[in-house]
């Protein structure tokens, strides 16, 4: 158990008891996808005791150049299956739970109730309507992030701060169309939200609050960006 | 007077002179919004999600002033 986690245990103010933490900690990863595929593997690796994956779709040959977390022959394979049973074998210490599922009005409450923080590993703006207000009702922390092309998108969103809806407005375009994605580039960005998320579980530095932090590739170079709350948020909003 | 305007992700390629590093200077009588900013630059405003300036959320009735530095998204949405 301690040999397993040794290189974490160095870490400066990473102690048993913070291990312990990691241990009793309860993520629900939304998505099995590109993002997906960078963060499942890093917080079952690190620990956490139970890590849900919502995803009902399958395994196709498309999706195999940026999702690292399935092999060829998981082709037609369920995800949450496919993804439990490599996660399971990277960690037998851990808990893995998934929920072959689509996130529904009907069913997104139950589902986050059983878990104490959110990662949206999505791939639609509808989804992560839905996570928001979810998450807003049960106060739950969660990790925001989206890819497209060469670039990406990052933020963590606390009970009582900015939601989701205060930093992408109402009133929108749609999504575009399903675009390239460079494969690495959801790897990096999902490498970040997992990294927000143990250190959000550990209380290690500062998170994402209030800060969109966005990655170009083709640049290539990162940019930071503040936002606040908008009082007028028709999500958290008074008005 | 003189605005910066920083074009993200897939907006890039209406502003293909943007320094790498910086965004775009762009000279623009007063009085100026943020919408007209992006029309003088070319940028359907039906392509932009989220808009910044001086680094915080606004929005395209937001009026600039000389030296606003103002960035703006298109929806990323994969995963
Ligand atoms: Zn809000």
Known sequence: ???????????????????????????????AGGLGSAVLPYLVAAGIGLTGIVEDDRVDLTNLQRQVLYDTQDIGVPKAEAASRRLAALNPDVEIRSHRTRLEPGNAAAILAGYDLVVDCTDNSAARELLNRT??????????????????????LLPGGPCWQCLSGTGAPADPPPA????????????????????????????????????????????????RRNPDCWACGRG | MQVELQLFATLRKYAPDQPLDKGLVMN????????????????????????????????????????????????????
């Open chain 1, 1 to 31: 158990m301690t040999e397993r986690y040794a290189r974490q245990l160095n870490l400066p103010h990473w102690t048993p008891e913070t291990q312990q933490h990691l241990a009793a900690a309860r993520v629900l990863v939304v998505g």
């Open chain 1, 135 to 156: 998450c807003l009702n049960l106060e739950k922390p969660w990790i925001h992030a989206a890819v497209s092309e060469y670039f990406g998108q990052v933020t963590t």
């Open chain 1, 180 to 227: 390239g994605i460079l494969g690495p580039v959801a790897g990096l960005i999902g490498s970040v939200q997992a990294t927000e998320a143990l250190k959000q579980l550990t209380g290690t530095g500062r998170l994402l609050v209030e800060r969109l932090l966005v990655w170009d590739a083709l640049l290539p170079g990162w940019a930071e960006f503040s936002y």
């Open chain 2, 28 to 79: 623009v009588e007063p009085p100026l919004t943020v919408s007209i900013l992006l029309e003088k630059a070319g940028v359907p405003l039906d392509k932009v999600k989220i808009i910044m300036v001086n680094n915080r959320h606004a929005g395209f009735d937001q009026e600039l002033a000389a030296g606003d530095r103002v960035a703006a998204f298109p929806p990323v949405a994969g995963g």
